[in-house]
């Protein structure tokens, strides 16, 4: 599989200093929302995306609903009307697929019911024949590497020899066989192989949450260490040469931000291919075959390409003729390099993928991934930069209603997961539902955010519930001394950790939101840590212990305990609105059941929504709109905006189960 598909869903007296130009959102049309926009237009399931081309450049391959309304994988000639959908998931819905370098097989991953334990799956398209190539229950599989130059093979990592270790298997795809490669010897959280597909580099979390690169010349060689960062570098190896000496890494050592550099094996010469003093390197575009840096991506605010790579510099240029003004993105290329498959997002407009042919430097517009969203109108979505209470500079996403001037507005305080991610311009189709219904909606990206620098992401070590919250007051804050907000009228709102920030916001500040809405959001970081998924042992749990806690460490209890938001519940008297999938292997169903029995305890007013089919996010559309209904139906009832009404219990097809407790908290 080349490439990987995903369709998928983060005190008193402060002096917030203002380092934006002001906000021109007041215009000379009608003070008048647009109409509603339907639930179903912004999260049902897309009318068609994540286009891929073959590798032989023959065919295309997408995602799109089946008559049942299910995401299949459909493939059709490049150029012609014959398409069929390949793949007959019955419930929900394939995200994840992608072309072996064969042109006959299309690889995709599903898992069961949201348990994160993938199964790689191959279909053939000549005989239509579907194979699950790792068909242990309770093991997850991960697509390693492809080349090709071995069309008919895929390295994949497996946890079946130990569920808590990933080791590394070749898979044949003509005949299914299934071969141990290479060994996990206990620490190892990645891999890495060459074009001739041999897993030469490992990276390793340790345990004081610094990285550890090691090397092998060769399969039967030795393991050796060729370079340590420290927990505060950033440190990943990204690929290979073509001759296998040197090595393409992102690396923060010596900088604030991460670099891309060529780190010469056998001398430890380095040498910088591109580097922004602002903000981390993002995407990394490379040659599949030549094995070179073409481009590498910066967001600052917008996302913006460096080319390297002389060769597809007219290439990127043209591609500015269809832009419009939104953001490249290089979705998939075939072998021969002469056809690429790109996209353009904007903020106010669906996905449009277009066939770029390079020989012609001529661009053929495919589809747009929600065509109903060209007809409507959306919302701006507007990059801030403030100061924090301590001085530092934050940066962030302002989004208000279309129609309506910017002052005196109902608010809502969206926070992103993560936290070790960032929230980027775009469409997001949450943002849009809650701009569209009256609200202003305000992303902070904290500290402890990814993307801009390692001071930037250090200064959240061991700040949940602390700075990083104070970080989201600080940008309500500046949005109220703006005009923009009604302090009166603010929800706080997020998923995963920015379900944590909404707990803790309504515990640790109950007097600032009028209610608060968490998803699958930790609320005893004590059970967090303890029931992590046994595949985060060698790494995610070394850095959850050195940048937040750790529970065996006297000197860390007392801060998870103060973070803890299940401990303050005694402090939540707003309405609260959480949801939970029933299967979730990261955020278990216990953090949410804990501080709902609180809440009940204390006879505080929420409700508790849990979908018997979904793990960690929603990845169903009948969920996903279930569940934005009751969203916005309880906004209405506390900040008051408008709703669309939701007509039945619970939304067709949906798994909803619903508790209130406490009193009312949402319908």
Partial sequence: MRQSKFVSRHQIGVAIGIVVAAFAWVGSAPCELPPLIAREVLFGNPARTGPEISPDGKALAWLQPDTHGVLQVWVGALGKSDARVVTADRHRGIRVYGWAWNSRTIIYLQDSDGDENWHLFAVDLSSGNVRDLTPWQGVRATVAASNPKFPDELLVTLNLRNRKLRDVYRINLRNGEVELDTINPGDISGWLADDNMVVRAAEVVAPDGGTELRIRDSSKGSWRTLLRARMEDSLEALDFSKDGRSLILKSSAGHDTSHVVRHEIASGQETEIASSAAVDAG?????????????????????????????????????????????????????????????????????????????????????????????????????????????????????????LPAKNLPLVLYVHGGPWGRDFWGLNTIVQLLANRGYAVLQINYRGSAGYGKKYLHAGDHQWGLKMEDDLIDGLKWAVAQGIADPKKVAIYGGSYGGYAALAGAAFFPDTFRCAIDEYGPSNLFTLFATMPPWWNVDVRNLFFTRVGDPDKSEDRAYLTKASPLFSADKIHIPMLIAQGSNDARVKPAESEQIVAALAKNHQPATYVVYTDEGHGFARPENNIDFEARVERFLADNLGGRFEPMTTERAPGATAVVRQIGGVGAR
Avoid at 303 to 330: N, Y
Avoid at 359 to 364: C, E, L, R, Y
Avoid at 373 to 390: F, G, I, Q, S, Y
């Fill in 283 to 403: 995407p990394v575009l490379i040659n599949p075959t030549r094995h070179v840096v073409e481009a590498v991506a910066f967001s600052p605010d917008r996302r913006q390409w460096k080319v390297v790579d002389p060769a597809v510099a007219a290439d990127f240029e043209a591609l500015k003729s269809l832009s419009d003004g939104g953001e490249l993105h290089i979705v998939s290329r075939d072998r021969s390099d002469r056809l690429w498959l790109v996209s353009f997002a904007s903020d106010r407009g669906p996905i449009r993928f277009y066939a770029w042919n390079r020989f012609a430097k001529k661009g053929t517009f495919l589809f747009s991934h929600r065509p109903e969203l060209e007809k409507l109108t959306l919302a701006e979505m507007k990059p801030v930069t403030l100061t924090a209470r301590d001085g530092m500079q934050l940066y962030g996403y302002l989004t208000a209603p279309s129609g």
